[in-house]
């Protein structure tokens, strides 16, 4: 797997909450290739919680959110905003695992939209 610089990294006013590493609410993900792909591995944090010890689902909505717009930078050198998004939710991550790992690929490109899929995985 290949690292991707932040471009935006020390731009003044760059306060990502998805991938800013100066933003202390933020998640502070970091991104890799990997072929197809583009990969992060998160460290769950216990602030990120909803019900004890599970990762908030709005959170994991946040963390499929950023990587699905970063493959989208990366693949097709172009930004864009979510126009929607579908999730499901298989099983809890605990704020308790070493880490979690999600992955996103572009499966297809409409003119201007393109369809991602990302998913999560948490240490098992």
Same mark, same amino acid.
């Given at each position: +797997?290949?690292?991707? !610089?932040?471009?935006? &990294?020390?731009?003044?006013? =760059?306060?990502?909450?998805?991938?800013?590493?100066?933003?202390?609410?933020? %998640?502070? +993900?970091?991104?890799?290739?990997?072929?197809?792909?583009?990969?992060? @591995?998160? &460290?769950?944090?216990?602030? =990120?919680?909803?019900?004890?010890?599970?990762?908030?689902?709005? @959170?994991?909505?946040?963390? +499929?959110? $950023? @990587?699905?717009?970063?493959?989208?930078?990366? &693949?097709?050198?172009?930004?864009? %905003?979510? /126009?929607? +998004? $579908?999730?499901? =939710?298989?099983?809890?991550?605990?704020?308790?695992?070493?880490? @979690?790992?999600?992955?996103? /690929? !572009?499966?297809? %490109?409409?003119?201007? !939209?393109?369809? %991602?899929?990302?998913?999560? =995985?948490? $240490?098992?």
């Amino acid at each position: +797997m290949k690292k991707i !610089i932040n471009p935006w &990294k020390g731009l003044e006013g =760059y306060n990502c909450f998805g991938c800013a590493p100066n933003n202390e609410a933020g %998640v502070k +993900m970091e991104f890799y290739e990997d072929g197809d792909e583009v990969v992060s @591995i998160w &460290k769950p944090r216990p602030e =990120y919680q909803g019900w004890i010890d599970t990762l908030h689902g709005g @959170i994991q909505a946040v963390l +499929m959110d $950023e @990587i699905c717009a970063w493959v989208v930078l990366r &693949k097709l050198q172009t930004t864009g %905003v979510t /126009s929607k +998004m $579908e999730t499901r =939710y298989r099983k809890s991550v605990d704020t308790k695992d070493s880490h @979690i790992v999600l992955r996103a /690929s !572009i499966k297809e %490109v409409k003119r201007n !939209i393109v369809i %991602v899929e990302a998913k999560l =995985y948490n $240490e098992d």
